[in-house]
């Protein structure tokens, strides 16, 4: 089992920058898949950033270079810095994590429940 919370939402002006953590824990292993998603009222929900098995990072084609990934090993926390915000981001900001050797945004998008989700944090960005 994966443990997942999501912190440093808020309320922010477009232009605005926030930085969101997902703090890991549990039976984590190099098949640990750890992904972002947000629901928005608009899209519904979609994948926003990960860090992949080679380590590089992934990021949705709506981030435009606005969001960075990056994570502690020691801390085991992920943190997505999100610039440039605009009122389309608004919306609920989840961690998500399954078990696999390849990973990617598809699995928990089409199989929620298979996946581990934290609570999300909300992001709330205002013209």
């Known amino acids: 089992e994966v443990r997942l919370v999501e912190s440093g939402g808020g309320s922010v002006q477009a232009g605005a920058s926030l930085r969101l953590s997902c703090a890991v824990s549990g039976d984590v292993n190099e098949n640990t898949c750890v992904r972002w998603f947000r629901q928005t009222s608009e899209n519904g929900r979609e994948g926003v950033a990960a860090i992949e098995k080679d380590g590089s990072p992934s990021y949705g084609d709506f981030v435009q270079g606005r969001f960075a990934i990056s994570k502690d090993n020691a801390k085991n926390i992920q943190y997505l810095q999100m610039d440039r915000l605009k009122p389309e981001d608004t919306g609920i900001y989840y961690c998500?994590?399954?078990?696999?050797?390849?990973?990617?945004?598809?699995?928990?998008?089409?199989?929620?429940?298979?996946?581990?989700w934290g609570r999300g944090t909300q992001v709330t960005v205002s013209s």
């Open positions: 998500a994590a399954y078990y696999s050797t390849a990973c990617g945004d598809e699995y928990c998008l089409n199989t929620p429940n298979w996946c581990y």
